[in-house]
């Protein structure tokens, strides 16, 4: 399986950016899925999943600012993050959360204030 993100960049406190996750190599649309995040000097963080069925969970600090969904059609998995803050900072990555697959190279989000 292969796991390509994109879409990172670097934006200010309060903007906006969408994440793509293209996933080769699997059928898709039978997986789970999520994004993960994981800060410098900190352990990777589930951010928020997506279920095969479309049933969604977003961690606590993210709830209200990202949405997670996918296209089955062009087997993509985005992130939609909103309202970002300094400490959403973190190379953003996708995986099956119930089978993890090797990790993809991820995408870089800064957010500077």
């Known amino acids: 399986v292969q796991l390509v993100e994109s879409g990172g960049d670097c934006v200010q406190t309060g903007g906006s950016l969408r994440l793509a996750c293209a996933v080769s190599?699997?059928?898709?649309?039978?997986?789970?899925m999520g994004w993960y995040r994981q800060a410098p000097g900190l352990q990777r963080e589930l951010v928020a999943s997506?279920?095969?069925?479309?049933?969604?969970y977003s961690a606590d600090s993210v709830k209200g600012r990202f949405s997670i969904s996918r296209d089955n059609t062009k087997e993509t998995l985005y992130l939609q993050m909103n309202s970002l803050k300094a400490q959403d900072t973190a190379v953003y990555y996708c995986n099956n959360p119930t089978e993890p697959w090797d990790w993809g190279r991820g995408t870089q989000v800064t957010v500077s204030s």
């Open positions: 190599g699997t059928a898709f649309s039978i997986n789970d």
């Open positions: 997506i279920s095969s069925g479309g049933a969604t």
